[in-house]
């Protein structure tokens, strides 16, 4: 197949996937008819295709209003909070020393400066959960605030590039919660003491989601696993995070529609990598406890594709006739350079359990953390289709490499 084909059919999944199924949340309505697209896909190319389901939930909002003697503030509601209506004081804390000598449990809590200078990790995330946020979590939860107030700055690593960021994310955490800029929250500071009002228009629902898993091969025995996480933030297409990643696997099971190798090919749309507890993937690791071992390379697409700048490929653990492969196939890719490692997507759950692993995304990663991921400036027109033509030829290329050793 050319490249200007398998451009154009780039273009027209992305747009698939960004704009006729938006909002790709986990157990929304917009989740489950990607998952439902991209298994037809995959199955018309003649891969075995299953769908294992989870629980979760899903979540709605209609905005929130905070006053104090009916002057207005501006917030804007913490995913996956629960709504209510709460009249209290003002208390103000800024460290954790201040959060730990406080009395919250009749009082609406303002948290800002260092206590919120980085999102929190939902307090059941499997992955990673540093101590100081746990910490966090559980005086909060120990404390009872009627609800929490968050003056919140930029935190790209954690939050993309969204601002203000919510500090909490978090379905398992039952304290109602909303969040405001820096400069919001220094003007609610002086009204420490005073009452609040604060309105939360939010309800959680439960609801079900589920991976996709194509294969293709030898049904056991070593194989090597492409992924890709299909979810999205909410408020946004999601087209470098992540649905050109999806897109590539996509023209990836085309391109192995005649591939009936010894090598086992498994093609998984993870469903959960922007969700508060990772579902998909938990599920995933659950179900291949026992076979991990098996995978002689695991490949993630993560916010890849952007018009400016180039491909980045990194290697973890890599074999070194496999990574003597993956170097010869991508540095000979058009505008691809091997770049820095990195760990913010689905590769670190295999390079975890000790799984070899290939990361693609773009080498303005960091940028596109700061200023564009988890927003609405993530749209189809920054991707470059031509770019995940290229890197679906390369991948079927490393796979047959990797058949024949």
């Given amino acids: 197949m050319t490249i200007r084909r398998l451009s154009e059919k780039a273009e027209e999944y992305l747009r698939r996937l960004c704009l006729d199924h938006p909002h790709r949340r986990v157990g929304s309505r917009g989740n489950r008819a990607a998952t439902d697209f991209f298994a037809r896909v995959v199955a018309s190319f003649g891969f075995e295709t299953e769908c294992p389901e989870f629980d979760c939930i899903d979540w709605a909002q209609d905005g929130a209003l905070l006053t104090i003697e009916g002057e207005p503030f501006e917030v804007l509601v913490s995913p996956y909070s629960l709504g209510g ?82 500090l909490i994310e978090d379905g398992d955490f039952d304290i109602p919660s909303v969040y405001m800029t820096e400069e919001e929250g220094h003007r609610l500071a002086e009204h420490a003491g005073e009452e609040v009002s604060l309105v939360i228009k939010a309800e959680r629902s439960p609801a079900q989601g589920n991976n996709v898993l194509a294969r293709k091969g030898a049904a056991a025995g070593p194989r090597v696993v492409l992924c890709a996480h299909i979810d999205s933030k909410e408020d946004t297409p999601g087209a470098v995070d992540n649905a050109a990643g999806v897109v590539v696997l996509l023209l990836l099971a085309e391109l192995l529609v005649d591939y009936w190798g010894d090598l086992g ?141």
């Fill in 85 to 166: 209506q709460e009249r209290a004081p003002l208390v103000v804390v800024s460290t954790m020393e201040e959060l730990e000598a406080v009395e919250t449990s009749k009082k609406i809590l303002l948290m800002r400066g260092d206590l919120a200078r980085e999102q929190l990790m939902p307090k059941n995330f499997p992955f990673y959960n540093p101590d100081r946020h746990q910490s966090i979590i559980h005086l909060l939860e120990e404390k009872r605030p009627r609800a929490i107030v968050a003056a919140t700055s930029r935190n790209p690593e954690l939050a993309g590039g969204v601002y203000p960021f919510p």
């Fill in 265 to 405: 090919v498994e093609i998984v749309a993870f469903n959960g990598e922007d969700y508060y507890s990772a579902p998909g993937q938990v599920l995933y690791l659950r179900e291949n406890a026992d076979k991990l071992s098996e995978v002689v390379l695991a490949i993630n697409i993560d916010v890849a594709g952007y018009y400016e700048g180039n491909t980045a490929y990194s290697l973890y653990d890599c074999p070194e006739e496999i990574a003597a492969s993956i170097r010869k196939i991508f540095s000979a890719l058009e505008d691809s350079v091997e770049g820095e490692q990195w760990y913010q997507s689905d590769h670190s759950i295999f390079i975890q359990h000790g799984v070899p692993a290939l990361a693609i995304t773009s080498d303005r990663f960091t940028e596109l953390s700061t200023y564009v991921t988890h927003t609405p400036q993530d749209s189809p027109d920054i991707v470059d289709c031509t770019r995940l033509a290229r890197m679906g030829l390369a991948l079927r290329e490393l796979v047959l490499d990797l058949n024949r050793h």
